[in-house]
C-alpha cells in the first residue's frame, strides 16, 4: 500500500529560491515541470513575499519560510551582507522547521532544491537524511568563471586586458561578471557567488537554466570537473512543447502588472516595429542615463515600449515622453512573455540578465544589451559574439551610454542588414531552445532522468 502511495507521487520536492523575480521564475516553472512528469512539489516562498503577492502556482504548492525579514524584505535588511547573514540564520532554522512539519504529514518531504545562492540549505537537507538538489540560474559560463576563481584557477585582480579559460571564448576583462571586472565592487554579493561552490561536490544533483546547445562547450568542460545538468529553458511550457497543462505564465509577480494596456497598445502596432525596452527587476539608472535612454529611444524613430517602475518615472523628461505620446508606451511592469511573443516587437533593450536573455532567445528576438553590473557583461558578450544575436552598446568615457550610441545600435538591429541577420540566427536559436525541452530534447533527458531516479529510490 505504502509502496502504491509513494510511487503515484514519487517523492516530495521542496524548492528554495533566492526570493527575487529573476530567481522565483525559473525555479517555479521547473517544480511545475516536475509536477507534469509525476512528483509533488511545493515552492517555499518567504513570509513577506507570501503576504505581498498573489502567488499563483498552478499545480504547485505553496508554503512559507522566513528569510528574517518577514514584515519588509530584503528592503528592512540594512546591507546586503546584513541580509544575506540573517537569512542563513533565520532561514536553515526555519526551513528544518517546514521538513520536520511535513515528516508528519501524507507527504513528507523528500528532496531540497534549493537555488545555488544559498548553499547552506544543502546543509540542511542532509542533516535530515534528503536529497539536495542545486538549482543555477545563471548561465553555465558564468557559473564556470565562478569556479574557476572559487578554486584557485584564476587570481584576482586581473592585470591583463584578456582572460583564457578552458571551454570558453577568449575574454576581454569587460566581459567579466562585474564583480571581477571591477574587482571590490559588492563584496557580499561576489562571495556569495563564489559560495555557490562551497558544497556543490556533496548535492545529489546540479541543474541549471539553460540548454546544452546552447553553452555545449563550456557545459562540457565543466561538467568534467563539476557534474551538471542543463534543463532549460523553463519557459512556461505554452511557449515551448505544450506538454504541461494550463502553463502559460509565470505565476508569481513582486510587481503589480497591467497586461491589458500594453498588449492592446501592442496589438495595433505593425509586425517588427517596436522597441522593447525593460531592464530587469533590479536595475536603475540616474538621471542623467534615464535621459540618454528616452532621447535615444526618441531618435530611433521607432515605437518603443518602456518598462520603468513607478518609483523611476520621474525621471524621465517630461518633454520627452510628451513629445512622444504616440510613438512609446512607459509601464510600471509588463507580462514580458506575452511582450515578447508579440508579433510587432523586433528588438530587446535589454540589460541582458539571464532570465530576460534566455526568453529573447527563446522567442527568436534579436538584442541591444546594455549590462549593468553581475553576470550581465558575460551574457552581453555571448549574445554578441557567441550567439550573434544583437549588439552590445558601448560606454563613453563618462560612463553613460550616450543616446547616439544607443540610437545606432536599435537602427542596427531593427531596421539594418546586421539586424536582419541577428534576427536569422535568433530564429535558430528559438527552434533550439524548444528541441531542447520537447520530449526526448536534452534537457527533457535530464529532467526525465531526475524523475525516475526519485520515483525508483522510493518504489524500491
Ligand atoms: N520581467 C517581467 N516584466 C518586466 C521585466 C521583467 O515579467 O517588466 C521578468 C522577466 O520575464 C524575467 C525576470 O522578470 O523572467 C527578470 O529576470 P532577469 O534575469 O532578466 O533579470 P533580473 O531581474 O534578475 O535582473
Known sequence: MEVIKTKKYGGHILALPYPSQGHINPMLQFCKRLVSKGLKTTLAITNFISSSTRPNSGIVGIDTISDGFDKGGYADADSVAAYL?????????????????YERSEFPITCIMYDAFMPWALDVAKKYGLIGACFFTQACAVNYIYYYIHH?????????????????????????????????????YFEMVLNQFTNVDKADYVFVNS??????????????ISPLSTIGPTLPSFYMDNRVENDIEYGLNLFHVDSSTCINW?????EGSVVYAAFGSMSTFDDKQMEEIAAGLKASSSYFLWVVKTSEQSKIPKKIIDENSEKGLVINWSPQ???????????????????????????????????????????????????????????NENGIVGREEIEECVRTVLQGEEGKEMKKNAL???????????????????VEEFVSKCIKQFVD
Not at 163 to 177: A, F, Q
Not at 211 to 222: I, Q
Not at 350 to 368: D, K, R, Y
Not at 431 to 438: G, I, N, P, W
Open 211 to 224: 540548454f546544452y546547445k546552447l553553452e555545449a562547450e563550456v557545459a562540457d568542460t565543466m561538467s568534467k
Open 428 to 446: 535558430k536559436w528559438k527552434d533550439l531552445a524548444k528541441e531542447a525541452v520537447q520530449e526526448g530534447g536534452t534537457s527533457d533527458k535530464n
Open 85 to 101: 547573514e540573517r537569512f542563513e540564520q533565520i532561514g536553515s532554522k526555519s526551513l528544518a522547521d517546514l521538513i520536520k512539519k
Open 152 to 188: 584557485g584557477k584564476l587570481t584576482l585582480p586581473i592585470s591583463s586586458t584578456n582572460v583564457k579559460i578552458s571551454g570558453l571564448p577568449e575574454l576581454e576583462l569587460r566581459d567579466m561578471p562585474s564583480f571581477i571586472y571591477v574587482h571590490g565592487t559588492y563584496p557580499a
Open 266 to 270: 501592442l496589438n495595433s502596432k505593425p
Open 337 to 395: 512573455l506575452q511582450v515578447l511573443s508579440n508579433k510587432a516587437i523586433g528588438c530587446f533593450f535589454s540589460h541582458g540578465g539571464w532570465n530576460s536573455t534566455v526568453e529573447a532567445l527563446s522567442f527568436g528576438v534579436p538584442m541591444v544589451v546594455m549590462p549593468q553590473w553581475t553576470d550581465q557583461t558575460t551574457n552581453a558578450k555571448f549574445v554578441q559574439d557567441v550567439w550573434s544575436v544583437g549588439v552590445r552598446v558601448k560606454v
